[in-house]
């Protein structure tokens, strides 16, 4: 499709909402934005656009969105369950979501990753190993930058990478990766997508476009991948962390290996790999699939993975106090990320969850604080469901403290100062009953626990 001189509505006004309308009103389209929050907050960005040729609605969704438009254009954050956009498809006014967009601009190929956690580290070390390969590399997407803005401004990159959420996949229809992957799938917005096996489609929808000249990668330890990836045409490289696999990369006995052809090879000892954490082996693990599609050596792609700076509020050391070590992971939202970051630690831990549920079951998050943590403290709306739970499958060191995450941190440190243990921030839930979002919760955990060192 030719994005001219159409009359294009855009649902959903946040980051990717403005990239898409500053770049469809320099091919003279009539722009026409939607968005559900209070117009006050958008005043800065609408400034910023050609005002002559937008026009706009707040604090909610209307026919406007549909009538006599050409396309509809949904942001990340809009659902395409939502009311007017089942309206609009009803009407037969085309839908697509801000990565669709992205797509038809393109020229390079994508190599996109999804997944419920990992998806971001993982983009970024396949991105820094194609930087030190000296290819052109791009990465956007769910990481922070919108795709489409990336993709318009950087036409000659060899290859885009991008980090890919569910909710962009529920609106794609020719979006096709020459290189996609699942890291794992584990519970989590089912808000959104109406139940788990929703969730599972939409992570699938990755492959769906995908020819016999793409490549697929899965994880092969995990049921709802492998599920995902049932039935697709392109090529299909695995990862494991449990079991010897055929074609892919998998871990045994400390030792990395390359397996194709039924044939496996040693290629290093995962001593070498710096980085903390079992989760990031997988990143590892992902990335080292990419490499071999790209033909890119496994010492290569540990060289250069060795020198990665893991990312903000990801397992990111937040300082020491007597012996006791800070972790903010305000980005684990979910039960599988806590999971993964209980199981990086041997040290006694005090864990921090709460916030807002998603509609998430927090089962077997309780099971695991149960058996590995040493005091749960609990914040924010989610937090008394998780502390029961834990309780009930036999937690017996927990502190509720409500809303005050300044307590929350203290109490933490209090309860393993003797024991050099670490406090870690992982939170399992959104961010929005306390915080403006997960970084915001992530700083202001760093900024009280500079504080808290300071004290004597």
Not at 243 to 270: A, P, R
Not at 396 to 418: H, L, Q, R
Request: hydrophobic fraction near 35%.
């Amino acid at each position: 499709m030719e994005f001219k001189n159409k009359k294009i509505s855009i649902a959903g006004f946040g980051k990717s909402g403005k990239s898409i309308a500053e770049i469809l009103l320099k091919n003279g389209n009539e722009i026409f934005i939607s968005d559900s929050g209070e117009e006050s907050k958008f005043t800065e960005l609408i400034k910023e656009l050609d005002s002559t040729k937008v026009q706009y609605e707040f604090g909610g969704h209307t026919s406007k969105i549909y009538e006599g438009k050409d396309l509809i254009i949904i942001s990340p954050g809009v659902s395409i369950y939502t009311p007017k956009i089942q309206e609009a498809i009803k009407h037969n006014v085309p839908v697509m979501g801000e990565v669709e967009i992205a797509y038809e601009m393109a020229n390079a190929d994508i190599i996109a990753i999804t997944g419920t956690n990992g998806k971001s580290t993982t983009v970024s070390m396949i991105d820094k190993m194609l930087k030190d390969h000296g290819l052109n590399s791009i990465l956007a997407g769910n990481i922070g930058t919108p795709l489409s803005y990336e993709i318009y401004n950087h036409r000659e990159a060899d290859y885009i990478v991008a980090e890919i959420s569910s909710f962009q996949l529920e609106s794609i229809s020719k979006f096709r990766p020459h290189i996609a992957g699942i890291t794992n799938i584990t519970d989590d917005h089912t808000d959104r997508h109406h139940g788990f096996e929703n969730y599972v489609k939409a992570k699938s929808r990755i492959f769906m476009n995908q020819t016999e000249n793409d490549f697929a990668i899965l994880n092969a330890d995990d049921e709802n991948v492998l599920k995902a990836g049932e039935g697709i045409k392109s090529k299909v490289l695995l990862f494991s962390m449990e079991k010897e696999i055929n074609n892919g990369f998998y871990l045994k006995n400390g030792i990395v290996y390359q397996s194709e052809n039924n044939i496996s090879k040693e290629c290093f000892n995962i001593n070498e790999f710096k980085i903390h954490g079992i989760h990031n082996i997988k990143n590892l693990l992902v990335t080292l699939c990419v490499g071999k599609i790209l033909n890119i050596t496994p010492h290569e792609v540990l060289n250069s993975i060795n020198e990665y700076k893991l990312m903000h509020h990801r397992l990111e050391f937040s300082g020491e106090k007597n012996g006791v070590k800070f972790y903010d992971d305000s980005k684990g939202t979910n039960p599988g990320a806590v999971i993964a970051g209980i199981n990086s630690f041997s040290c006694p831990i005090a864990l921090i969850v709460g916030g807002r549920n998603k509609g998430l079951k927090f089962d077997e998050l309780a099971k695991e604080i149960a058996k590995k943590v040493h005091t749960l403290v609990t914040i924010g709306e989610a937090g008394p469901e998780i502390g029961e739970l834990s309780k009930k499958y036999g937690m017996k060191n927990i502190i509720d403290c409500g809303t005050d995450f300044t307590k929350a941190i203290t109490e933490a440190y209090k309860s393993v100062e003797n024991l050099n243990g670490c406090v870690l921030l992982s939170p399992a839930n959104a961010s929005f009953d306390m915080f403006k979002s997960a970084e915001n919760r992530g700083d202001i955990f760093k900024e009280i626990v500079q504080n808290l060192i300071k004290e004597d």
